[in-house]
T-cell receptor
């Protein structure tokens, strides 16, 4: 069966510090991978998605970046965090192709920038 | 582009039936998802509709009308544990399966 691991679960970081959130998927190959952010009381905002190793598409201009060094590894990074980067970050994967390709989410990382 | 609208909050009584509506505008159509998200947790998949009509799955049902750009999630025999946000989501019609989520409807079930 497929599983998705995301860590850490919670993180408190000072403004200006770097960020690295990691996500790995097991039990599937060539998944589409996604990073979403959810601000308090808001919907899910797609930040990045990837359809393959080294292929990253950015949906929202920001000081965050993403990388996919391996097929089932997706990393969200920042060189200098801003207060506005606080939120609930969710990694997700889905299978390729058309039709029913629901997203499976990791447990999420609650990031607080202080 | 894609646009999804759903009510922000709803309240319903334990044991009752509640209908959560969603309207969408998408560039192409590739189905519609409903997810449940409990506070502080990740969303979990509930249903997927690609054809018009009602899909029933236990206490939860989802309806789709493609011509109207409209869907609803129907929850029967409400339980306290159904208190959660319900997210309507639509993938694009391209090959990347980018999914646009609505802001979610926060449902509170009261005794």
């Amino acid at each position: 069966s497929q599983t998705i691991h995301q860590w850490p679960a919670t993180l408190v970081q000072p403004v200006g510090s770097p960020l690295s959130l990691e996500c790995t998927v097991e039990g599937t190959s060539n998944p589409n991978l996604y990073w979403y952010r959810q601000a308090a009381g808001r919907g899910l905002q797609l930040l990045f998605y990837s359809v393959g190793i080294g292929q990253i598409s950015s949906e929202v201009p920001q000081n965050l970046s993403a990388s996919r060094p391996q097929d089932r590894q997706f990393i969200l990074s920042s060189k200098k965090l801003l207060l506005s980067d606080s939120g609930f970050y969710l990694c997700a994967w889905s299978t390729r192709g058309q039709g029913r390709t629901e997203a499976f989410f990791g447990q999420g990382t609650r990031l607080t920038v202080v | 582009g894609q646009n999804i609208d759903q009510p922000t909050e709803m309240t319903a009584t334990e044991g009752a039936i509640v209908q959560i509506n969603c309207t969408y505008q998408t560039s192409g159509f590739n189905g519609l998802f409903w997810y449940q998200q409990h506070a502080g947790e990740a969303p979990t998949f509930l249903s997927y509709n690609v054809l018009d009509g009602l899909e029933e799955k236990g206490r939860f049902s989802s309806f789709l009308s493609r011509s109207k750009g409209y869907s609803y999630l129907l929850l029967k025999e409400l339980q306290m544990k159904d208190s959660a946000s319900y997210l309507c989501a639509a993938p694009n019609s391209g090959g990347y399966q980018k999914v646009t989520f609505g802001t979610g409807t926060k449902l509170q079930v009261i005794p």
